[in-house]
């Protein structure tokens, strides 16, 4: 039977890809996509997801929006917006305006708030629910806080965030775990299973020329939408980090529930550090057991990339992408 998943998150080059896997792979049964701010607003990061929809015509998954900013504000000095990397809209680099003419999207935005979708779909649906988180954590905290019953109807919380190394926004922390910590921490303490492909993992990844130029290959519209995001994402990644080619984080989360045989996955403890002056937001992975803290999360570790390259171009392929508006 397909996983039946609620994607939580914040579109953004490669959340972009994370919902284009997710919808097409038969093994993930795409239940709903809530939004939250993080690579963008979280007004643009909700268009994003409608965009991304649109333009590969997924329908009837119902879109909301969430937190606006993490649980108790923002932190002095944390830039949490990835404008550097994702640019103004949050998915820069292609023109819209041929998908979409004048107007917005067709695919609507849900008039529900996140955290009743959440809601709604988690007490819905007759089997417990995988939660894939590729953004900060808040509308998954704010879910855990508000109704900690529901965690009865989680199955699992599969993210990306953190690292198992250093990080990427500052010398520790990874960029979505810096956006809300707090939430962070509750999430990874709130006794759902766990699941993190942080830096470590993701950074194995990456949309390298060849792959590109397979995506291409496809001569479809959506491959040409795939394409163009590709080379914006590639192009801040080598401004601001010198990568020869961007990895594309948040599918992963998607390709582990498909294939599990992909990474390789070690259990540890994690402690997400919420006051140090350098280390604010760094996810602390004990994976020598130093600590005799109990495991609470499956670490990502080693990536088959040419299988996770596989399944992105296999998905890019089946959807195909819908016909460009006049």
């Not at 984080?249 to 403890?269: F, G, K, M, Q, Y």
């Not at 760094?282 to 803290?293: F, P, Q, R």
């Not at 999360?297 to 088959?304: C, F, K, L, R, S």
Request: charged share 15%; aromatic share 4%.
């Amino acid at each position: 039977m397909p996983v039946p998943v609620i994607l939580d998150c914040d579109p953004g080059h490669d959340d972009a890809f994370a919902i284009l896997l997710a919808a097409a792979h038969p093994s993930v049964d795409l239940l709903a996509i809530t939004t939250v701010a993080g690579n963008q607003s979280v007004e643009k990061t909700t268009l994003n997801a409608r965009r991304v929809c649109e333009a590969a015509g997924i329908r009837g998954v119902p879109i909301a929006a969430g937190a606006a900013g993490p649980l108790h504000g923002r932190s002095e000095g944390v830039q949490l917006l990835a404008e550097n990397i994702h640019g103004g809209s949050g998915l820069d680099g292609p023109d819209w305006r041929p998908t979409f003419g004048a107007g917005e999207p067709a695919v609507p935005q849900d008039p529900r708030d996140a955290l009743a979708l959440l809601v709604d779909t988690l007490t819905g649906h007759p089997a417990p629910v995988t939660l894939v988180p590729t953004g900060p954590l808040t509308n998954i905290a704010t879910l855990l806080l508000a109704y900690p019953r529901l965690t009865a109807r989680i199955e699992r919380i599969v993210l990306m965030g953190g690292s198992a190394e250093r990080g990427n926004t500052t010398p520790a922390a990874e960029f979505n775990i810096l956006c809300d910590p707090e939430a962070a921490d509750i999430v990874f303490g709130c006794g759902v299973p766990v699941t993190m492909f942080g830096l470590n993992a993701t950074h194995q990844v990456r949309a390298t020329p060849e792959v590109v130029a397979r995506l291409a290959a496809l001569g479809t519209p959506l491959s040409r939408l795939c394409v163009e995001l590709l080379t914006y994402f590639a192009s801040t990644y080598r401004e601001v980090y010198g990568f020869d080619a961007p990895p594309l984080h948040d599918p992963l989360t998607v390709a582990h529930l498909i294939d599990p045989s992909l990474v390789s996955l070690v259990r540890a403890a994690v402690r997400v550090e919420l006051t140090g002056t350098w280390t604010r937001g760094a996810t602390v992975v004990d994976l020598d057991g130093v600590t005799g803290l109990a495991p609470n999360a499956e670490i990502g570790m080693e990536v088959d990339a040419g299988g996770f390259w596989d399944l992105i171009v296999e998905a890019v392929r089946v959807l195909g992408g819908a016909p460009e508006r006049p």
